[in-house]
């Protein structure tokens, strides 16, 4: 199993709030791990939120001794959005800023995901299959039957969060397992991807032959063609 990620500013974006981790290796009781968070709360704030989040998360994962990944995922995960929480009421500067996450573990053949937000995870192999739900005002207006999905992307209210990492009322994320096929290829995204291109653009450039550090930077360079209008974060795991 081989991975490689990178995090972009995008053209419309004076500073990168995104942060990415990625380690084909064992971390803690895991065998790999990869995660993707988007922060939000202001340049410095946000920036701040999203390295803390991930930082947090890693190193709860590094002490623990729980076996099966989605408990040790969510106890992770509640634990890091309480600390964001602490240092935001610390430090005015920092008041209200939070994250999303996406983060995923893939063990033999079964992948386990959580996410909170609206950074997303794909599995792609003969199709694209969007795994996480955004946690987002559109999403819900969608399950709901009052917006049309193709309506969505381009709504005026498309980076309202219902659920953040670091938000005053304890957020619950959302877990997946999901059983891979042969030759999968994970995608962990922040929407500056997602919001950019459509998914079966993403699904033909994943699919390519070749190194996924090329992947990548295609991935990337496909969201600055179309307007770059955020930062974009891309971890690709070739299974």
């Given amino acids: 199993m081989t991975s490689f990620g990178r995090t972009d500013t995008g053209l419309k974006r004076s500073s990168n709030q995104d942060s990415i981790y990625l380690s084909d290796s064992p971390i803690g009781p895991l065998p790999n791990l990869y995660i993707v968070a988007d922060g939000m709360g202001g340049h410095a704030a946000g920036d701040f ?33 309480n600390e964001v929480y602490k240092e935001a009421e610390k430090d005015k500067y920092k008041n209200g800023m939070g994250t999303t996450m996406v983060a995923a573990v893939v063990i033999g053949s079964e992948l386990y995901v959580g996410n909170i937000g609206d950074s997303r995870l794909y599995v792609i192999d003969d199709d694209i299959n969007q795994i996480t739900m955004d946690h987002s005002l559109v999403e819900e207006l969608i399950r709901n039957g009052q917006l049309d999905r193709n309506k969505g992307r381009n709504h005026p209210e498309k980076n309202i969060i219902t659920r953040a990492m670091g938000s005053r009322d304890e957020a619950m994320p959302d877990f997946f397992q999901i059983t891979l096929k042969k030759n999968s290829r994970i995608l962990l995204c922040s929407d500056g991807l997602s919001n950019m291109v459509e998914d079966d653009e993403i699904r033909d450039i994943v699919s390519e032959d070749g190194d996924i550090e090329r992947i990548v930077d295609s991935l990337i360079s496909r969201a600055n063609y179309y307007g770059g209008n955020d930062n974009i974060s891309v971890v690709v795991v070739s299974v």
């Fill in 49 to 81: 939120a999203s390295q803390y989040a991930i930082r947090l998360v890693v190193d709860f994962v590094k002490k623990s001794t729980v076996k099966n990944p989605i408990s040790l995922l969510k106890r992770a995960f509640i634990y890091a959005s």
